[in-house]
Nanobody, 124 residues
């Protein structure tokens, strides 16, 4: 079983950048695909970006392509989300999640383990 802790959120002006981190403990981190989801006020939790076990495969929702980059360091048991050119619509609580299934999924139901979230607020 893996435990996940997010950090790096905060308040930033539109056009600014933040880097989120997801630190894992317990379990064998390299066995899990990892993704970032987000949930804005009154909205459903949505997939943002995901990365495969080795880091060789990534997936992004269309609205963040070219602005966000997901990466991982299996030795450090950490996944990162670099967010550039932030927009007010990126404001949300960002969650890190890990999945033990074989493929990189964009579906919330496929993720077994979740962190508590880190708040990102982008002001215009």
């Amino acid at each position: 079983q893996v435990q996940l802790v997010e950090s790096g959120g905060g308040l930033v002006l539109a056009g600014g950048s933040l880097r989120l981190s997801c630190a894992a403990s317990g379990g064998t981190f390299s066995r899990y695909n990892v993704a970032w989801f987000r949930q804005g006020s009154g909205n459903e939790r949505e997939f943002v970006a995901g990365i495969s076990r080795s880091g060789g495969g990534t997936s992004y929702r269309d609205s963040v392509k070219g602005r966000f980059t997901i990466s991982r360091d299996n030795a450090m048991k950490t996944v990162y989300l670099q967010m550039n050119s932030l927009r007010p619509e990126d404001t949300a609580l960002y969650y890190c999640a890990a999945s033990s299934i074989q493929y990189l999924s964009t579906w919330r139901r496929d993720y077994n383990y979740w962190g508590q979230g880190t708040q990102v607020t982008v002001s215009s």
